[in-house]
Nanobody
Framework: QVPLVESGGGLVQAGGSLRLSCAASGRTFTNYAMGWFRQAPGKEREFVASISWSGTTSSYAASVLGRFTISRDNAKNMLYLQMNSLKPDDTAVYYC?????????????????WGQGTQVTVSS
């Protein structure tokens, strides 16, 4: 298990921006890919974005492509998600996750450690 702590969530109007952060500790951060997922009330947890261990490869859900950017700072053991042009449909609890490998996969099952989540609410 890798302790993960998210921050940066909040309430924002449609069209606004937020930057989520995730602090990792314990397990060697740089050895594994990382990802962001989200879960809206009554819905299953869904993939948002992932990034390889080196930061050179990333993947995005179609619904956020072009609006969200995932990045990492291995020197600081930090993961980020820059969210622009937010929509009410982006409202959810956002989770940071550490992968079981170095590859930027997209399935929930590919990730073994999870943070407690941070709420993002986008008003119309």
């Amino acid at each position: 298990q890798v302790p993960l702590v998210e921050s940066g969530g909040g309430l924002v109007q449609a069209g606004g921006s937020l930057r989520l952060s995730c602090a990792a500790s314990g397990r060697t951060f740089t050895n594994y890919a990382m990802g962001w997922f989200r879960q809206a009330p009554g819905k299953e947890r869904e993939f948002v974005a992932s990034i390889s261990w080196s930061g050179t490869t990333s993947s995005y859900a179609a619904s956020v492509l072009g609006r969200f950017t995932i990045s990492r700072d291995n020197a600081k053991n930090m993961l980020y998600l820059q969210m622009n042009s937010l929509k009410p449909d982006d409202t959810a609890v956002y989770y940071c996750a550490s992968a079981r490998s170095t590859v930027a996969n997209t399935r929930v099952a590919d990730f073994g450690s999870w943070g407690q989540g941070t709420q993002v609410t986008v008003s119309s």
